[in-house]
């Protein structure tokens, strides 16, 4: 067994992104690249030439290539099933390791410890008015898949598996269970990663366009909450109460592409977590609301609004489906 799994998925980048995003594996110093085994999974796309890859004497190199295209989630559960290091990270295919140093820093605490998760920091570029420009993500970032190592033997005994319906937000349902379930986390408070700016990148590409989303959105805290719920019930209601009060901001700021579908999305949510809407719950989803629109909050200096209809709305719609319930047997 290799000590680590590197999986690259790739799916509309160019030769010279992929090139770039493996070239910063090859580059890495003070490694044994013998420890190490670095998948690329095409996602709906032919395999490359071998001779693109260049690699370091004892890297493993593998492809793995399918199709039709199935989505970012689905090419990173395959890269899981076909590889067997006792760490695996993702690295998307437009994207690069921070430095030469990554793995080092990364690998160190797996050497004295079996921590079921490693998180670091990633650098997120931007471009404005022609310029790039670069922030650092929070310490504690939970979203995205990369700047982290996950516990193979963590993450299947908790039974975590990326989903084929999430080809957004797929994420936020892997990676933030992956967290929250975790009993052991190593945090490195550096960035390891770069995601770098790619206009026709799933989250960027058509304006943003997957900010409006909420149907797969509302799905994948639907299927967040049902795991948590089984496996870590004690903050179950924490998380659905973050979810009912970042969403009465969220469908002002990006209002859904298709409204119908997001509110089935969300009514079945609701009710599959109707027990905790109580007089006691709403008033957590007051509190909530409350605290997202503080100084330095997500939605900072937003109106509350409304706020006494979204929470009567919200328990029509569990009515609604109550009596829909009634009507069907």
Known sequence: MKQLSIIITYHN???????????????????????????????????????????????LVRQLNYTPSRGAGVARQVGIEHTTGRYFMFIDADDVLQDVFVLRDMLKPTQTANDDMIIARYTKQHRFDGQYQETLSAKFDWKAAYAKLYNRAYIKRVGLKWRPDLRIFEDTYFVGLACELAHSRKYLDRSVYVWLWNPASTVRKDDHAFDHQLQVWARSNRYSLAML?????????????????????????????????????HQALLVANRSLWTPAGQAQVRAEITRLQAADAPYAGLSQAGLDAYLAAQTGYLKQAYQQEVTHG
């Open 229 to 265: 719920r089984e496996k870590k019930p004690a903050v179950w209601p924490r998380d659905f109460y973050h979810y009912m009060a970042d969403l009465f901001y969220r469908v002002k700021v990006h209002a859904p592409a298709d409204q119908a579908a997001f509110l089935a999305e």
């Open 13 to 59: 980048e160019t030769p010279e992104q992929i090139r770039r995003a493996f070239a910063s594996v090859t580059m890495q110093v003070e490694v044994d690249f013998t420890t190490i085994e670095v998948l690329l999974v095409g996602d709906g796309v032919a395999a490359l030439p071998n001779s693109w890859l260049p690699m370091p004497k004892g890297l």
